[in-house]
């Protein structure tokens, strides 16, 4: 890994993803979670903060080292139980059917097999238990959509392997997931970027 990946992209990552518009979500989501939590992609750990009593525990599961090391002082600063694990979505550390409530927020993005990572989500979570997301990806105008198409492959190469025009519902869907709520619209900012998808959903 260079200094870019390794060092520098993960601390602008951590403060790209601290905006006040993501709150919102992050709060919603650490609301409605429960029991044992699996954050898939958990980063820097901006979503701690909001988990409450209600839940037994954390597994946050990232590939990056340096990320994870800014999620450990995140973890300190809350009364839940938090279990840091340096793997991939791809390949969960996780055991089967072990899980209550799968949290995953801007992050099938950057995932390099996004449907093996649905997959996986999709093992690991009990019957029964919860999918919160929140996602950015494919536009519905099709003005930006093609934007989004034309800017991505240079965009994974600067922003860590984020795919601008990858539509998480559908990814979601593919694994037998059935969505029980979405909400979508833009963020501030430019509009390639900002398009989100959030919601909850179940296994079929």
């Known amino acids: 890994m260079g200094f870019y990946s390794s060092w520098l992209f993960p601390r602008v990552l951590d403060l790209v993803m601290q905006q006040k518009q993501m709150i919102p979500f992050r709060r919603r989501i650490g609301k409605a979670a429960r029991g044992r939590v699996l954050d898939v992609g958990i980063g820097s750990g901006l979503n701690l903060p909001f988990y409450g009593d209600q839940i037994e525990r954390v597994f946050g599961v990232d590939p990056s080292s340096e990320l994870l090391h800014f999620a ?4 300190r600063e809350i009364s839940v139980p938090v279990e840091l694990l340096r793997g991939s979505g791809e390949a969960l550390p996780i055991d089967d059917n072990s899980i209550d409530t799968l949290v995953v927020t801007f992050t099938l993005c950057t995932v390099t097999n996004a449907t093996a990572v649905i997959g996986e989500m999709r093992r690991v979570l009990r019957p029964g238990g919860r999918v919160l997301f929140a996602e950015h990806g ?3 105008d099709a ?3 093609r934007w989004q198409d034309k800017l991505t492959p240079a965009w994974k190469r600067v922003a860590g392997g984020c795919h601008l025009n990858r539509k998480p519902d559908d990814l979601i ?4 997931f059935r969505i029980d709520d979405l909400e979508t619209g833009y963020l501030k900012g430019p509009r390639p970027m900002g398009f989100v998808y959030a919601g909850s959903a179940q296994a079929t």
Do not use: K, L
């Open 72 to 75: 450990a002082e995140r973890a």
């Open 138 to 140: 494919r536009a519905p």
């Open 143 to 145: 003005g930006v959509a």
């Open 173 to 176: 869907r593919s694994a037998g």
